[in-house]
């Protein structure tokens, strides 16, 4: 099934969180905090102004971004644990792809 969302709505995955801390301890599921960092899945065409011009948005699918706590509605497609939210839910975008570990 393919998703596209309405006007200046984004539709993020989670990123998976490391399971262990830097002491190497294994933290269980339970305890963990959902994830504040997702990428784009898809992205609306933009906000249109009462003159009906389209503002698009400053995001693209792919995009990875960070976003509040509580943001978004949680919904399931195909079986994936997806969240909408409007752009400006969105804290920023994470430049320069992955970091090194050290």
Known sequence: MKFRPLHDRVLVKRV???????????IPD???????????IAAGSGT???DGTVI????????RVLFGKW??????I???DLLIM???????????GKRKKK
Request: without cysteine; proline residues 4%; glycine residues 16%.
């Open 16 to 26: 998976d969180q490391e399971e262990k801390t830097s002491g190497g301890i294994i």
């Open 30 to 40: 339970t305890a963990q905090e959902k994830p504040m960092e997702g990428e784009i």
């Open 48 to 50: 249109r102004h009462e």
């Open 56 to 63: 698009p948005l400053d995001v693209k699918a792919g995009d």
């Open 71 to 76: 943001s978004g509605t949680e919904v399931k």
């Open 78 to 80: 195909d079986g994936d």
């Open 86 to 96: 409007k752009e400006s839910d969105l804290l920023g975008v994470i430049e320069g």
